[in-house]
């Protein structure tokens, strides 16, 4: 598989939580939370539960950061 997504983090799955047509995935990387929005059926296809070992493949076009 290639990605053109350069920014990867190992994480495990901590919780989820689904909707119909979206879920959260919880994810626990290095003592911090990330949480992943995917379609139920792409988490539903990976076969993703509690204690899962996933990779997060990150690729943002943009980001903002806001300080007081």
């Known amino acids: 598989m290639k990605l053109s997504a350069r920014n990867t983090i190992p994480a495990e799955v901590?919780?989820?939580t689904k909707g119909e047509a979206t879920a959260n995935?919880?994810?626990s990387a290095g003592g911090l939370r990330l949480v992943a929005?995917?379609?139920t059926e792409a988490a539903?296809?990976?076969g993703l539960g509690i204690g899962?070992?996933?990779t997060?493949?990150?690729k943002a076009s943009d980001m903002?950061?806001?300080?007081?």
Do not use: N
Request: net charge negative.
């Open 52 to 54: 899962s070992r996933v």
């Open 64 to 68: 903002i950061l806001a300080t007081d």
């Open 44 to 46: 539903e296809e990976l």
């Open 25 to 27: 995935v919880e994810l």
């Open 14 to 16: 901590t919780g989820i």
């Open 56 to 58: 997060a493949y990150v």
């Open 37 to 39: 929005s995917i379609t």
